[in-house]
């Protein structure tokens, strides 16, 4: 499952820029597997909060991809490490952004 998990991580990074659907997929797929404390810490271990952070920053007006990467940062939020990555990361002020644009 963690080289599958990094794979999808991996994919949501390089290609979140180019494409709002590859973002979509991604996030939701994040969102789903940190429903699981296993998978949830694979995900974080992958780049994960870092990588959802930038699809916030890059998509922040597009709603479909802000709604599904904001549940993804609420399922990661349950890792400690997750929540220090995401506030190191000025995922507040990321958060604010997308919430204020939609």
């Known amino acids: 499952v963690n080289g599958a998990i990094g794979t999808i991580i991996e994919t949501l990074t390089l290609f979140s820029e180019a494409s ?3 973002t979509l997929d991604g996030c939701g797929l994040v969102w789903h597997l940190c429903m699981s404390d296993g998978d949830r810490r694979a995900v974080v271990e992958s780049g994960g909060a870092e ?3 930038n699809c916030c920053r890059v998509h922040t007006e597009n709603g479909k991809v802000s709604t599904l990467a904001m549940w993804a940062l609420k399922a990661l939020s349950f890792d400690t490490v997750a929540k220090k990555i995401i506030r190191g990361k000025d995922g507040m002020s990321i958060i604010f952004e997308v919430m204020n644009k939609n």
Do not use: P
């Open 20 to 22: 709002a659907d590859v």
């Open 51 to 53: 990588s959802v952070l």
